[in-house]
């Protein structure tokens, strides 16, 4: 036992005696710890114009750094010896400062300018799109590489301050007249290195199809011959005419052929519609000539005369021209407008409007079905329709044309109809009736009528109380003291037939002559 402790003591004794020999070569090592050098800073600039720097500090006996960032915020970092710091920076010289400082607390100090210059952004495209529902206007768009931004300017106001936009917006602009400019797009880095692309535009205005003289920009540039003409404020405004603007004419002197030339900006085309249809008003007697024909631009090649004539006295209608034998190859760039081509001169004044293409005459009160140039817009529901010769014409009507319709075998609520829209909104008063001439199978034939608004059901006029009292036989049904909401455009003519009504099996109705009698 006595050997045990002994050994314990010399052990205690031995630690003792190396702990203290530790202690001073400790002390000894911090005194001889020299301050940190070989001091170095690697600035790693993210070259995507962001400003974002990597700052690595290095040295020789180093524990740690203290980063000063040198801009506006006044604020350092402190990074272990290996490590680094991200921070972004606007373009500039950044004096960055660093303390390294060792084990023993010794310090060295050293700083490095960071220089951050932007690149140029590279790749510019620059798209000009012209609107589709203005010759004025156009959107501008742009994509680049190392860009932070766009600015647009658009070559009209000088002191129009740029737009700033980003990529994938568009630009929308409409400009005030025509003519030539230039548009402007800058690619921004975020400092002073930019890229620049410019397009030069034409802003056009051409006079096309259809021709109907409201624009305040556009020069119609009308040439008159023996003949007054001028764009002036419609004279009489009316469901048939609403427009603001209208073309004046006067044959004056002593010729017969005063008429007007109506230059277009290109040739016509033809790929569609290859009738006329204008409107027209004259105070002459019923049954005036009105003359359209075509021309190529310096009038050496032109078309045979188109006629229309009128039926109408002192109120706008719609003239239709058949031009069957045009030959559609040329390049039709104007119409000269003839009232009475032939007739003298009678101080008359005459006006038109609306000159367009169209596949046939327009469709108006009364729908008489008979014209077989008139291409209609009808629709139906829970039924079919087909314009055919009169199966049982009488005293009643004789008519050589009327529209049938295929009632099939429906449920209640089925509402089996007929819809034809007319070219002209329908005018309601107090007073307004129609007549409609109708065959059907049956007594008791329940007939609504209704002349809504084209797109919105909700804005019509109804009646909706008016049955058949003759069975296999033509009658005229009367419709009047209309109800619903009014509006300035009720074109789409509904007709229903027994539409709340369960039906076992299909009726064939027919319908012809639906007039407005005031």
Do not use: H
Request: proline share 6%.
């Amino acid at each position: 036992m006595k050997n045990i402790k002994f050994l314990l003591v010399a052990l205690i004794v031995a630690s003792a005696a190396l702990w203290s020999c530790d202690s001073t070569d400790d002390t000894d090592l911090s005194l001889a710890l020299e301050a940190p050098s070989d001091l170095g800073l690697v600035f790693n600039i993210t070259q995507d114009n962001s400003g974002l720097v990597t700052i690595s500090p290095s040295g020789v006996d180093v524990t740690s750094f203290e980063v000063f960032y040198a801009d506006a915020s006044g604020e350092s970092i402190v990074l272990p010896l290996g490590e680094n710091a991200q921070r972004n920076y606007a373009e500039g010289t950044y004096p960055v400062r660093v303390i390294a400082t060792n084990l023993s607390g010794k310090t060295t100090e050293f700083t490095k300018n960071l220089d951050v210059s932007f690149r140029p952004p590279e790749n510019l495209v620059v798209t000009v799109t012209e609107s589709a529902a203005s010759n004025y206007g156009v959107s501008v768009s742009a994509t680049a590489d190392y860009e932070t931004a766009f600015e647009v300017t658009f070559g009209e106001d000088p002191v129009l301050a740029p737009v700033v936009f980003s990529e994938g917006d568009t630009v929308p602009y409409a400009y005030s007249s025509t003519g030539t400019y230039t548009i402007t797009v800058t690619a921004l880095s975020g400092g002073a290195a930019i890229t620049e692309i410019t397009e030069v535009i034409m802003i056009e205005d051409p006079v096309t199809l259809p021709l109907d003289f409201e624009s305040s920009t556009l020069n119609y540039n009308l040439i008159n011959f023996e003949s007054n003409v001028s764009i002036i404020n419609n004279p009489d405004v009316s469901l048939d005419n609403n427009s603001t603007k209208v073309v004046s004419i006067v044959k004056t002197g002593v010729q017969t052929y005063g008429g007007v030339v109506v230059p277009l900006g290109g040739p016509i085309d033809f790929s569609g519609p290859q009738n006329l249809r204008m409107k027209s008003w004259s105070p002459m007697p019923l049954g005036t000539k009105v003359t359209i024909k075509m021309e190529n631009s310096d009038g050496t090649i032109a078309s045979a005369d188109f006629e229309a004539f009128t039926t109408k006295v002192g109120e706008w209608e719609t003239l239709f021209f058949d031009t069957t034998g045009l030959d559609t190859t040329q390049p039709f760039s104007r119409f000269v407008v003839f009232f009475d081509l032939g007739g003298a001169p009678t101080n008359d004044v005459n006006y038109f409007d609306d000159i367009e293409l169209a596949d046939g005459p327009p469709i108006l009160l009364p729908l008489t079905f008979e014209d077989p140039n008139r291409i209609y817009n009808i629709g139906t529901n829970n039924g079919a329709f087909s314009i055919i010769p009169n199966p049982v014409p009488d005293m009643v009507n004789s008519s050589n044309t009327v529209m049938q319709f295929v009632r099939p075998a429906t449920g209640p609520n089925n509402y089996s109809l007929v819809a034809i829209v007319v070219d002209q909104p329908v005018a309601f008063s107090a007073t307004t009736s129609f007549t409609l001439k109708v065959y059907s199978p049956r007594v008791g034939l329940p007939v609504w009528l209704k002349i809504e608004r084209i797109g919105n059901g909700g804005l019509f006029q109804e009646v909706t109380s008016v049955t058949t009292t003759v069975a296999n036989g033509w009658e005229e049904l009367t419709f009047n003291g209309f109800t619903g909401s009014t509006t300035a455009d009720l074109r789409n003519v509904v007709i229903f037939f027994d539409p709340l009504a369960t039906t076992a099996s299909a009726e064939t109705i027919y319908i012809d002559d639906l007039i407005k009698t005031n």
